[in-house]
Nanobody, 115 residues
Framework: QVQLVESGGDLVQPGGSLRLSCVAS????????MSWYRQAPGKERELVAG????????NYADSVKGRFTISRDNAKNTVYLQMNSLKPEDTATYYC????????WGQGTHVTVSS
């Protein structure tokens, strides 16, 4: 069955960096677009970034453009989110997402940006 397992969330100071990872299993990872979403307390879940199956096309929310980079390693069945210049408003639970006949979500990893 499909599994998405995120890691890398932590407490970080404003201006700091983190790299999130999502290891996928149970499907042919290299064939599918992958995305990262986030949900802050009291807010709706929002798309942060997406990447095409081969990694050639990416897209980002305006709020993270120039600071976050999504990438993937199809040999490792892993998608990454490099987050730089973090701001307090980036505090959220970050989720890995796959659409393959239906929605699949990971369990989430928590990112807190605070001094």
């Amino acid at each position: 069955q499909v599994q998405l397992v995120e890691s890398g969330g932590d407490l970080v100071q404003p201006g700091g960096s983190l790299r999130l990872s999502c290891v996928a299993s149970g499907f042919r990872f290299s064939l599918y677009r992958m995305s990262w979403y986030r949900q802050a307390p009291g807010k709706e879940r929002e798309l942060v970034a997406g990447i095409s199956s081969a990694g050639g096309t990416t897209n980002y929310a305006d709020s993270v453009k120039g600071r976050f980079t999504i990438s993937r390693d199809n040999a490792k069945n892993t998608v990454y989110l490099q987050m730089n210049s973090l701001k307090p408003e980036d505090t959220a639970t970050y989720y890995c997402y796959l659409y393959r006949d239906k929605d699949y979500w990971g369990q989430g990893t928590h990112v807190t940006v605070s001094s």
